[in-house]
T-cell receptor
Framework: GAVVSQHPSRVICKSGTSVKIECRSL??????MFWYRQFPKQSLMLMATSNEGSKATYEQGVEKDKFLINHASLTLSTLTVTSAHPEDSSFYIC???????????????FGPGTRLTVL | SQKIEQNSEALNIQEGKTATLTCNYT??????LQWYRQDPGRGPVFLLL?????KEKRKERLKVTFDTTLKQSLFHITASQPADSATYLC??????????FGTGTSLTVIP
């Protein structure tokens, strides 16, 4: 149990286009999901906290108009990179917070990541 | 400024020895701390969680200590195996369950 999926796993796009990445919690409902970015040989950097039914909370330095987050249901959050540029190329990882009291061993379950390459 | 630093970027040890990884932080007051394993091109995989009022946690060959006075956590892998080779990340969590990750240590266990 406690599986989080991401789609697509890899995407290559042209500069100036927008890319949508989906994050799904497959067997639990997640009121809160998180989005991270990881550059090569670096650690994960928290970008934003996504709350179902409300606006996302962005970390300092992350442009909310560039990285649009929608958490429309308890099992799905999407990250849209708008007008992508080569410097947006990175590994994007989401995580989902399971409900309290559900017997979960972790407080966040991570997806497998999405590799974005902007040409 | 806030920092989370892990002892070294890379650590090589002989199979069978104990690997010790450190995580030091400044200007954080974490509610709890977690250790993750990450393989190339994959998301992090949870290993252990330790809360601010706990000193030590164990799970099979893994042991974590947490010293809030020193602002340090140590992560030990005993009887290390080549399959333990990976990048290990510490993550500090605030009361809002937001995670802030350390710089990571790449561990290589040499057969």
């Amino acid at each position: 149990g406690a599986v989080v999926s991401q789609h697509p796993s890899r995407v290559i796009c042209k500069s100036g286009t927008s890319v949508k990445i989906e994050c799904r919690s497959l067997d639990f409902q997640a009121t809160t999901m998180f989005w991270y970015r990881q550059f090569p040989k670096q650690s994960l950097m928290l970008m934003a906290t996504s709350n179902e039914g409300s606006k996302a909370t962005y970390e300092q330095g992350v442009e909310k108009d560039k990285f649009l987050i929608n958490h429309a249901s308890l099992t799905l959050s999407t990250l849209t990179v708008t007008s992508a540029h080569p410097e947006d190329s990175s590994f994007y990882i989401c995580s989902a917070e399971p409900p309290a009291g559900g017997g979960f061993t972790d407080t966040q379950y991570f997806g497998p990541g999405t590799r974005l390459t902007v040409l | 400024s806030q920092k989370i630093e892990q002892n070294s970027e890379a650590l090589n040890i002989q199979e069978g020895k104990t690997a010790t990884l450190t995580c030091n932080y400044t200007n954080y007051s974490p509610a709890y701390l977690q250790w993750y394993r990450q393989d190339p091109g994959r998301g992090p995989v949870f290993l252990l969680l330790i809360r601010e009022n706990e000193k030590e946690k164990r799970k099979e060959r893994l042991k974590v200590t947490f010293d809030t006075t020193l602002k340090q956590s140590l992560f030990h892998i005993t009887a290390s195996q080549p399959a333990d080779s990976a990048t290990y990340l510490c993550a500090l969590a605030n009361t809002g369950n937001q995670f802030y990750f350390g710089t990571g240590t790449s561990l290589t266990v040499i057969p």
